[in-house]
């Protein structure tokens, strides 16, 4: 199972951006997608997270700004920044969890992060 992650860039702070995260692979099931983020000279941090039935979980920077969503039918995630602020400024990687297809045995687990995607807030 592959992760691609897409939409970082560079933005003003007020502004908005888009993260789309797409899983590819022999998928049976992901029961848990997220956002984690990386400032520089900081340790990475969870950023949001859902789950089958639809709980989600945000940091407390975040809340009432990102608004993290899932489409099963597509294996993708999205992460919906509003309001940026300079503070946003990260690398931020997409992970998600759950079973593949096996040739002839049951499904396994995995745990998989995509390759990260840059997210700038400046003036």
């Known amino acids: 199972v592959q992760l691609q992650a897409s939409g970082g860039g560079s933005v003003q702070p007020g502004g908005s951006l888009r993260l789309s995260c797409v899983a590819s692979?022999?998928?049976?099931?992901?029961?848990?997608m997220g956002w984690d983020r990386q400032a520089p000279g900081k340790q990475r941090e969870l950023v949001a997270v859902?789950?089958?039935?639809?709980?989600?979980e945000y940091a407390d920077s975040v809340k009432g700004r990102f608004t993290i969503s899932r489409d099963n039918a597509e294996n993708t995630v999205y992460l919906q920044m509003n309001s940026l602020e300079s503070e946003d400024t990260a690398v931020y990687y997409c992970?998600?969890?759950?079973?593949?297809?096996?040739?002839?045995?049951?499904?396994?687990?995995?745990?998989?992060w995509g390759q990260g995607t840059l997210v700038t807030v400046s003036s």
């Open positions: 692979g022999s998928i049976f099931s992901i029961d848990r």
């Open positions: 859902t789950r089958n039935g639809g709980s989600t």
């Open positions: 992970n998600m969890r759950g079973e593949y297809y096996r040739d002839y045995d049951l499904p396994a687990g995995f745990h998989v």
